[in-house]
């Protein structure tokens, strides 16, 4: 390694974290005004879970391309395509007037998100060989620092500005930074989208024998990211509609559940290097889900008291529950990354690429699910479909261990 490639890998390490931290604040830029959204299109909670199926369209099919574009284009060239998508996408759902612009939008945030994690993820394996340091855990750590300030901004904003407002202005301050942020990164002749030197192979049959550990981070992700994404759409839906908690603190629990990604992924790569990364997938995994599981069970039936102090009370727990499955969470998708990175003969970004596939995928998909089962049943049953899911991520962590 040259002196040169250490310095544009130092570079371009600086530049991920903003990079990330702004990718968190367009995705979740909607989330605070969510119930707001949905009650102003008059869906019901069946109707909105089959318009986030838009979400994970974009999302499959951002993760299906990147892979090969970037081993086409380098991982840069795919970022400078992304970064408009997903601004784009937010723009539209805050300018949408009817269900279908919002399904549109929602396709384009989907779309550009993928193609942004997937590359942006490929940089940062290859920039921890530049630097000799591991630092990818805290740039999912940024992403959810971006996610806990749209979380603020939209909670605090809620009686200020208007949804619309709130969106779009988000959309263009993001679109401002990615630009000469994305600029700093790694070009292609340095990049490794080829794969080592060059040499791995450039398409892995799906379920080809060195695939298989691939498919159990995918699934394991798959389950992280369905609890994340049911978490992120539907907890300030849970307290507007079946806690009849106030607008403004709709979004605490996202604000909780953020807070704790913060915490856990800034000290995820400290604590996985000293006690091994599938003993603290496991126990996260499996703790933070029954522990989430376990508050909504209390504390729902609790805020239907007539009393204050209950309410209070239940919003306290529901809170905790929250702040335990972010705890959880916060690990897994690096963990898998990582681990899928390290395969043998595999180039890091197809490997990313094979799991986010699957993974992000179910970031979107999970909330849709939720809603059709909600529609069934009600939305506190709905919400033990990604709680088990958060147990079973855990489960799979287990396949970590020794990579």
């Known amino acids: 390694m040259t002196t040169?490639?250490?310095?544009?890998g130092l570079r371009a390490r600086w530049a991920l974290p903003w990079l990330f931290?702004?990718?968190?604040i367009a995705a979740m830029a909607w989330v605070p005004r969510i119930p707001e959204i949905k009650t102003s299109l008059g869906l019901s909670d069946g109707e909105f879970g089959l318009v986030l199926v838009s979400s994970s369209v974009g999302a499959i099919i951002g993760a299906q391309l990147s892979g090969r574009l970037i081993q086409r284009l380098g991982s840069r060239a795919l970022l400078r395509v992304a970064q408009l998508s997903m601004p784009l996408g937010v723009m539209m759902m805050g300018?949408?007037?009817?269900?279908w612009v919002l399904t549109i939008g929602l396709f384009f945030v989907g779309l550009g998100h993928a193609g942004m994690d997937i590359a942006a993820n490929s940089q940062a394996v290859v920039i921890e060989?530049?630097?000799?340091?591991?630092?990818?855990?805290?740039l999912h750590g940024a992403w959810s620092i971006g996610a806990f300030i749209s979380a603020l901004v939209g909670g605090s904003l809620a009686n200020v500005l208007t949804p619309q407002l709130n969106l779009i202005l988000l959309a263009l301050v993001s679109v401002v930074v990615y630009v000469p942020l994305t600029e700093r990164l790694l070009d292609k002749t340095i990049d490794e989208h080829l794969g080592l030197e060059g040499k791995d192979e450039r398409k892995i049959p799906w379920f080809a024998t060195k695939a298989g550990w691939l498919w159990v981070f995918a699934f394991g992700s798959l389950g992280a990211l369905v609890a994340e994404g049911a978490a992120s759409d539907w907890g300030g839906v849970l307290l507007a509609e079946h806690m009849n908690i106030e607008r403004g603190l709709t979004a605490s629990v996202f604000a909780s559940f953020s807070l704790s990604m913060i915490i856990s992924r800034f000290t995820a790569d400290q604590?996985?290097?000293?006690?091994?990364?599938?003993?603290?997938v496991l126990y996260g995994g499996v703790g933070g889900g029954v522990i989430w599981m376990a508050s909504m069970l209390i504390a729902v039936p609790m805020s239907a008291g007539a009393g204050s102090t209950e309410k209070l009370l239940a919003l306290v727990l529901i809170n905790i529950g929250f702040f335990a499955a972010g705890a959880g969470i916060g690990p897994m998708f690096p963990a898998f990354i990582v681990g899928a990175s390290k395969l043998p003969g595999i180039?890091?970004?197809?490997?990313?690429?094979?799991?986010?596939?699957?993974s992000i995928a179910g970031y979107f998909l999970g909330p849709t699910i939720t809603g059709f089962i909600s529609e069934v049943t009600d939305l506190p049953t709905a919400l033990m479909y990604p709680g088990i899911a958060l147990i079973l991520a855990g489960i799979a962590g287990r396949g970590l261990v020794g990579k």
Do not use: C, D, T, Y
């Open 95 to 99: 300018l949408a007037p009817n269900v």
């Open 271 to 280: 604590i996985m290097e000293r006690f091994g990364a599938g003993r603290v």
């Open 129 to 138: 060989k530049l630097i000799g340091k591991k630092f990818l855990a805290s």
């Open 4 to 8: 040169n490639n250490l310095q544009l």
């Open 21 to 24: 931290l702004f990718m968190g």
């Open 347 to 358: 180039p890091a970004s197809l490997g990313i690429a094979r799991i986010s596939v699957i």
